[in-house]
């Protein structure tokens, strides 16, 4: 288990990318849990979102949501060179 987590709902729009293994691969620090629900009835059916350590992360596109959730990753591992 990474010391980064992104959390996404089984039923999210951002699954016609593949979140899992993208991010996986570049960052080892990374965990991409994949859950049925998270808890945000009918957000997923709207666009595409992660949980990236607790933090919501929302795109218009899989593809903006990806870049935006690398973005984070990116935050979250700055801080722990720190």
Known sequence: ??????????SNLIHT???????ESEYPEVAVITNSCL???GMCALRPYAIVNGKKIFGQTAEECLSKIKDR??????????
């Open 73 to 82: 990753i990116e935050l979250e591992l700055a801080l722990y060179k720190l």
């Open 17 to 23: 990318v593949d979140v899992e293994g993208l991010l």
């Open 1 to 10: 288990m990474g010391i980064i987590v992104v959390e996404i709902c089984e």
């Open 39 to 41: 808890s945000f009835c």
